[in-house]
């Protein structure tokens, strides 16, 4: 599992790294003249997705464990 972890992390850090090397050949969009910013824009997307869902499950989803006595 350590060794995976590595390798994901390694595969991130070269994936970024290419993103530098090979910007976008035809930029249309202001966001698409920044290196790597759609990785980081699915990064903090994903982010907000989980605590999103852990916020709503907590307040909503979740009952007390008396709940049903």
Same mark, same amino acid.
């Given at each position: 599992?350590?060794?995976? !972890?590595?390798?994901?992390?390694?595969? $991130? $850090?070269?994936?970024? =790294?290419?993103?530098?090397?090979? /910007?976008? /050949?035809? /930029?249309?969009?202001?966001?698409?003249? =920044? /290196?790597?910013?759609?990785?980081?824009?699915?990064?903090?997307?994903?982010?907000? =997705? =989980?605590?999103?869902? !852990?916020?709503?499950?907590?307040?909503?989803?979740? !009952?007390?464990?008396?709940?049903?006595?």
């Amino acid at each position: 599992m350590r060794v995976l !972890k590595w390798v994901l992390f390694g595969a $991130v $850090v070269l994936t970024c =790294i290419l993103g530098f090397v090979f /910007p976008h /050949p035809n /930029p249309h969009f202001w966001w698409q003249y =920044i /290196p790597v910013f759609d990785a980081f824009f699915g990064f903090l997307g994903c982010l907000l =997705i =989980i605590l999103l869902a !852990k916020t709503l499950g907590e307040f909503w989803l979740q !009952k007390r464990e008396d709940y049903y006595d």
